[in-house]
């Protein structure tokens, strides 16, 4: 079920075959494995502390881990994008009757975002949400917030490592069951920043569309070939020795 790439175990069967994996734990958390996220992990031990195969599942979401999976010999069934997967816990919470808690973004964004999730999913339960601009070490009224409305679901976006560092600070002491940093996905979902084209995806191009986009990101790319060459190293050249 998982692909082992570098210190990091990714699950590697169908997007189906995740939803049917994620409710069998009581709590989990969703790491969207984009390369970024995996090549900072090595050296930013905060983003993955506490972490275990245990109570969280690495999805592989980035044509760069497709690649690595298949450098290791055990290729991934399918990538897995992170929004993707949202959806599809969303579409789960509203048929059956159970609340989610947006937390991140600006204030705008998130506002937006309700009104575009409320007009798509009609009966989902959306119990409270909060922007993604506050102290981490001093946030007793948001803990206090999302304690009270008891979600199932709790969707952090507030970028790598921040939404990481959140989920794993406070996910023992909070009730719900499913935590997962999206990024982006509020900015997508309010309309403010559009998906890459289907066809795109398939090939695995979102990252050069978001990169056309936002050029800023240029700098960010960086960690798809660092990622590759370090899972190449690992494999050739350290088993080697
Ligand atoms: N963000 C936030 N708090 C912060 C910094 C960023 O809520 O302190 C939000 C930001 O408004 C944006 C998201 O985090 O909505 C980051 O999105 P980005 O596109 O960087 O994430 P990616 O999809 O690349 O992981």
């Not at 939803?19 to 009581?26: A, D, E, G, R």
């Not at 790319?221 to 080697?240: A, D, E, M, Q, T």
Request: net charge positive; with cysteine; aromatic share 12%.
């Amino acid at each position: 079920m998982f692909s082992k790439i570098l210190d990091y175990h990714v699950f590697n069967k169908s997007k189906l075959e995740l939803m049917k994996y994620i409710k069998t734990f009581k709590k989990v958390h969703i790491i969207s494995g984009n390369p970024e996220v995996l090549y900072n992990g090595l050296y930013d031990k905060s983003i993955f502390k506490g972490c275990s195969e245990y109570n969280s599942i690495i999805i592989p979401d980035g044509i760069g881990v497709v690649i690595a999976s298949k450098i290791v010999k055990k290729s991934v069934e399918e990538k897995i994008p992170g929004i993707e997967v949202m959806d599809e816990i969303i579409k789960y919470c509203e048929r059956e009757s159970k609340a989610i808690y947006l937390l991140g973004a600006k204030q705008e964004i998130i506002d937006e975002c309700i009104i575009k999730l409320k007009f798509k999913y009609s009966k989902l339960q959306i119990a409270g949400s909060h922007n993604g601009y506050f102290d981490m070490n001093s946030c007793e009224d948001i803990l206090q917030d999302i304690k009270n409305s008891k979600p199932y679901a709790i969707f952090v976006a507030m970028g790598c490592p921040r939404q990481e560092k959140f989920i794993n600070m406070y996910m023992d002491s909070l009730p719900a069951s499913v935590y997962m940093g999206v990024g982006g996905s509020f900015d997508v979902i309010a309309g403010k920043v559009n998906r890459a084209p289907r066809w795109m995806i398939k090939f695995g191009l979102e990252w050069l569309y978001r990169v056309a986009k936002e050029p800023w990101r240029i700098k960010r790319l960086g960690s798809i070939p660092k990622l590759i060459l370090k899972v190449i190293y690992n494999k050739y050249i350290i088993r080697k020795e």
